[in-house]
């Protein structure tokens, strides 16, 4: 089966997906309808019965009440009049779709009609199987996407990603298409430098580079909502990262200006090691969310089946550039304090935003005695300050020399090689 045909496929999938998601928004429309209904007669027998047995003087009263109770009724009758022919259509809509995807992957895989996937299970199998199929050959991918964003938060994973894009796009010969994004979340949620890094990553390559920020920050959100988010909302990432992403899928659609559907092809640097939630993602998937009739997104995740140390020896075999403060041992970049760290974790952070001179720690602190909200459940970023006092005082401020970080995870010679490798970059 060739690329296109793949493409084709995926786009079907995505519209049964779609169809079928439309479809059951419209049921459950038509089910709260039927309830409205539902109440709006019990109260229209209720006022019946008021003006039945209203005394005189509540009579006008009572009769007004049932006028207005018949008037609801019939609105409410008409909305499940109007949901249920919603319904229908849609329901047919999504028939339609399954058998057409259905016809489709028969005539493209030569199956028989009653292996046709006509129920999510099947079409889910048929997705997963076209995609492993297509990460399994980047360099097709590339040639045939419209264009490929790398989102980078100039972490280790987002700058191997980067740098495995970019020597698959330039063996397609298309180098030209490759975007990378940083999300910014604000300078004072982030460590210094972190997006001047991002650019000097994208700069190496010479890429176009573009920073997406959402109208409030992440602190400011949560400033906002009076809550910080957690593992199960992770609100940061998807209102400051995720929908300024889709953002800037329309304005790349819009630029490109095509007549047929565009690919974008959206890059993430994750990884499966990383959290038994993110075991269950693909290396390839549809982003049903962001696609639509104009855009077909597909995210894919190059670094996915690397582990920690993976990712470390290919920042040393490709002499990539990564941030210092890995050097002290702290394992991601991200934010500042990230919802999803350890409490040791965020101890050392307390510590090196003291050795850099930062206000994060009371910045953050007076923020969660402002809104009443614990950092984590577990534990409050105020015992973690008083960890990181209390640690401070036993031993003194933290110290690193840069290249510990490769030190820690592949040993003393590979750092040495990296370091002299970079200053000859230099
Ligand atoms: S790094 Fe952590 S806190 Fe920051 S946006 Fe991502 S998940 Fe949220």
């Known amino acids: 089966m060739d690329l296109t045909t793949r493409l084709h496929l995926l786009d079907l999938i995505r519209l049964s997906a779609s169809a079928e998601s439309t479809c059951r928004a419209a049921e459950r429309a038509e089910h ?40 609801t009724y019939e609105a409410r009758a008409a909305q499940v009049v ?16 399954d058998a ?44 045939a996407a419209s264009a490929l964003l790398v989102q980078s938060s100039a972490g280790k994973d987002s700058v191997v990603a980067l740098d495995r894009v970019v020597r698959w796009a330039k063996a397609a010969g298309c180098l030209d298409k490759v975007v990378v994004v940083h999300a910014d979340i604000g300078q004072d949620a982030e460590w210094p430098g972190v997006r001047d890094l991002a650019r000097q990553q994208a700069d190496r390559y010479g890429l176009r580079f573009v920073v997406v920020k959402a109208p409030v920050g992440f602190l400011g959100m949560v400033e906002k909502r009076g809550m910080w988010p957690d593992a199960q909302n992770r609100l940061c990432t998807s209102t400051l990262k995720r929908d300024e992403a889709a953002k800037l899928f329309t304005q790349i659609v819009d630029e490109l200006g095509l007549d047929e559907q ?63 403060v890995y050097d002290t041992l702290i394992p991601r970049l991200s934010c500042i304090f990230c919802i999803l760290a350890s ?28 809104i009443g909200h614990r950092f984590k459940n577990k534990f409050s970023l105020a015992e973690v300050v008083a960890e990181a006092s209390r640690l401070e005082a036993a031993e003194g401020p933290i110290t690193w020399r840069r290249g510990d970080a490769i030190r820690h995870h592949l040993g003393e010679e590979a750092a040495t090689a990296y370091l002299q490798r970079l200053a000859l970059a230099a």
């Not at 016809?103 to 995609?131: D, F, M, N, V, Y």
């Not at 996915?304 to 040393?316: A, K, R, Y």
């Not at 040791?344 to 003291?354: G, T």
Request: glycine share 4%; with cysteine; charged share 35%.
């Open 32 to 71: 709260r309808a039927r309830l409205h209904r539902k109440e709006a007669a019990a109260t229209r027998r209720r006022c019946r019965s008021a003006v039945r047995t209203a005394p005189g003087r509540e009579l006008d009263d009572a009769v007004k009440a049932l006028a207005d109770a018949e008037s």
């Open 82 to 97: 109007a949901t249920g022919a919603r319904w229908r259509r849609a329901f047919t809509a999504s028939e339609r779709a």
């Open 100 to 143: 057409r995807l259905g016809e489709e992957l028969a005539r493209t895989r030569k199956l028989t009609s009653a292996s046709q996937p006509r129920r999510k299970g099947a079409r889910l199998t048929a997705e997963i199987a076209l995609l492993s199929e297509l990460a399994a050959m980047p360099e097709e991918l590339i040639r």
């Open 262 to 324: 565009a690919l974008i092809v959206n890059c993430l640097g994750i990884r499966a090691d990383e959290s038994p939630s993110r075991r269950k993602k693909h290396e390839l998937a549809i982003d049903h969310r962001a696609s639509n009739g104009r855009r077909l997104v597909l995210t894919w995740h190059p670094v996915f089946h690397l582990s920690e140390q993976d990712i470390w020896q290919e920042i040393v075999d490709n002499t990539l550039d990564y941030h210092p």
């Open 343 to 370: 409490f040791d974790v965020l101890v050392r952070a307390v510590r090196l935003c003291w050795v850099l001179g930062l206000e994060t720690p009371k910045t953050y602190t007076d923020l969660e005695d402002r």
